[in-house]
């Protein structure tokens, strides 16, 4: 059954901190692996994705994600957090042999503070 | 820059009433989707839609709701009798065919905000 967990509600950081938002996942064929963010009162806003090619996905405004095939794992990361970071991240995963099926985790509120 | 728009951005109903929510997702897109999301809590997946037809749908997805694409632009999602636990922010999303540039994500609306009374 295809999956993606968000083990994390919540995360805290101070600004400047580096950051990480955790992510696994589990599909049948080869993922296609996606990261959004969501500001209060917005929609979905697409960050950066994996779906072949160099494990490490630089993506907007400074953040990036590595694949990790043997630990099933696509972690959100930033060298420097901003307090303007602050949002709601949502990790997504889509299976290449079932495109139709495009699912979110549970989503992980991120607080930066000054 | 094509995007995916949706109207009303809000509607405001009585239980037990119809509610239709409009979609025009981007042209030459063909997988479309409407997830919802209750106070910004985590997006749960109502209905996917390829080839004219529903290729998945979620337990929520109940016979209280159907979606059209009756005119080859327009992407709706009806709900035929209310109820309160329907208030939500409805999102509506296309991405192109496999293999296609910009494959894999999803284009999302800026969503319609359904309250129920």
């Known amino acids: 059954a295809q999956s993606v967990a968000q083990p994390e509600d919540q995360v805290n950081v101070a600004e400047g901190n580096p950051l990480t938002v955790k992510c696994t996942y589990s599909?049948?064929?080869?993922?296609?692996l996606f990261w959004y963010v969501q500001y209060p009162n917005r929609g979905l806003q697409f960050l950066l994705k994996?779906?072949?090619?160099?494990?490490l996905v630089k993506g907007s405004y400074g953040f990036e994600a590595e694949f990790n095939k043997s630990q099933t794992s696509f972690h959100l990361k930033k060298p420097s957090a901003l307090v303007s970071d602050s949002a709601l991240y949502f990790c997504?995963?889509?299976?290449?042999?079932?495109?139709?099926?495009?699912?979110f985790g549970s989503g992980t509120k991120l607080n930066v503070k000054p | 820059e094509p995007e995916v728009t949706q109207t009303p951005s809000h509607q405001v109903t009585q239980m037990g009433q119809e509610v239709i929510l409009r979609c025009v997702p981007i042209?030459?897109?063909?997988?479309f989707y409407w997830y919802r999301q209750i106070l910004g809590q985590k997006v749960e997946f109502l209905v996917s839609?390829?080839?004219?037809?529903?290729?998945?749908k979620s337990e929520i997805f109940d016979d209280q709701f159907s979606v059209e694409r009756p005119d080859g632009s327009n992407f709706t999602l009806k709900i035929r009798s209310t109820k309160l636990e329907d208030s939500a922010m409805y999102f509506c999303?296309?991405?192109?065919?496999?293999?296609?540039?910009?494959?894999?994500?999803?284009?999302f609306g800026e969503g319609s905000r359904l309250t129920v009374l």
């Open positions: 994996y779906i072949t090619g160099d494990n």
């Open positions: 997504a995963v889509r299976d290449e042999n079932n495109f139709n099926k495009f699912y």
């Open positions: 042209s030459n897109h063909l997988y």
């Open positions: 839609f390829y080839n004219n037809e529903i290729s998945e």
């Open positions: 599909v049948s064929g080869n993922p296609y």
């Open positions: 999303a296309s991405s192109p065919g496999k293999g296609a540039i910009g494959t894999g994500e999803l284009f």
